[in-house]
């Protein structure tokens, strides 16, 4: 699913759920300029996706025509593929690059970050076997998925073998924190962005 599509099922899900909310709360959440949310209300208008009222006369309000809902289902269906299908992969490329652990040997984990990602990457482990020591995270948060969670500054404190770090954006910045905090570069791994 391209981010055109991931768009407009934001804004169909959202004018569904309010059909009053204003462009700028729209811009918000779409994460862009309001102009542009103002231009992508038109396009949908203008596929017959929305009905674009005045209800007192002073106040928009944005209604989902039957074409609107269909599209909604149409993107909605496609989301979950799409989603479905990056689960997998994900999976699949977590297991290729924990392969070379050997959960018979006691191999121990930490996992750096606490995201969707890092749940895949925790239920990967378990599947090989693979001891989940902890979470390494900057929040307040002392336990996710009934493991503990601590700062990167005081992961020299567990046993482990490597550091799976499940952050693409800040992946860089991650590896040399860990560094700097005492681990090994080489016991360092970094899940890379599909490709």
Same mark, same amino acid.
């Given at each position: 699913?391209?981010?055109?599509?991931?768009?407009?099922?934001?804004?169909?899900?959202?004018?569904?759920? =309010? +059909?009053?909310?204003? !462009? /700028?709360?729209?811009?918000?959440?779409?994460?862009?300029?309001?102009? #542009?949310?103002? &231009?992508? %209300?038109?396009?949908?208008?203008?596929?017959?996706?929305?009905?674009?009222?005045?209800?007192?006369?002073?106040?928009?309000?944005?209604?989902?025509?039957?074409?609107?809902?269909?599209?909604?289902?149409?993107?909605?269906?496609?989301?979950?593929?799409?989603?479905?299908?990056?689960?997998?992969?994900?999976?699949?490329?977590?297991?290729?690059?924990?392969?070379?652990? =050997? +959960?018979?040997?006691? !191999? /121990?984990?930490?996992?750096?970050?606490?995201?969707?990602?890092?749940? #895949?990457?925790? &239920?990967? %482990?378990?599947?090989?076997?693979?001891?989940?020591?902890?979470?390494?995270?900057?929040?307040?948060?002392?336990?996710?998925?009934?493991?503990?969670?601590?700062?990167?500054?005081?992961?020299?404190?567990?046993?482990?073998?490597?550091?799976?770090?499940?952050?693409?954006?800040?992946?860089?910045?991650?590896?040399?924190?860990?560094?700097?905090?005492?681990?090994?570069?080489?016991?360092?791994?970094?899940?890379?962005?599909?490709?």
């Amino acid at each position: 699913m391209d981010l055109q599509g991931q768009r407009d099922l934001l804004l169909l899900s959202e004018l569904d759920r =309010d +059909g009053g909310a204003t !462009q /700028r709360t729209l811009a918000i959440k779409l994460g862009v300029a309001l102009g #542009l949310t103002n &231009l992508y %209300l038109k396009r949908l208008a203008r596929k017959g996706y929305i009905k674009i009222t005045t209800i007192p006369r002073n106040r928009i309000r944005y209604l989902l025509t039957p074409q609107g809902f269909t599209e909604k289902s149409r993107l909605t269906y496609l989301y979950m593929q799409y989603s479905l299908s990056y689960y997998r992969d994900m999976r699949t490329r977590l297991k290729e690059m924990l392969s070379t652990f =050997d +959960g018979s040997h006691g !191999q /121990r984990v930490v996992i750096y970050g606490t995201t969707e990602l890092a749940e #895949l990457a925790y &239920l990967s %482990l378990r599947e090989m076997n693979i001891d989940c020591v902890g979470f390494i995270d900057g929040s307040s948060r002392e336990s996710f998925l009934s493991c503990p969670v601590s700062s990167p500054d005081k992961i020299s404190r567990w046993q482990f073998d490597r550091v799976l770090i499940t952050d693409f954006e800040h992946a860089t910045a991650c590896e040399e924190q860990l560094v700097q905090s005492g681990v090994p570069r080489e016991k360092v791994l970094r899940l890379g962005l599909p490709e």
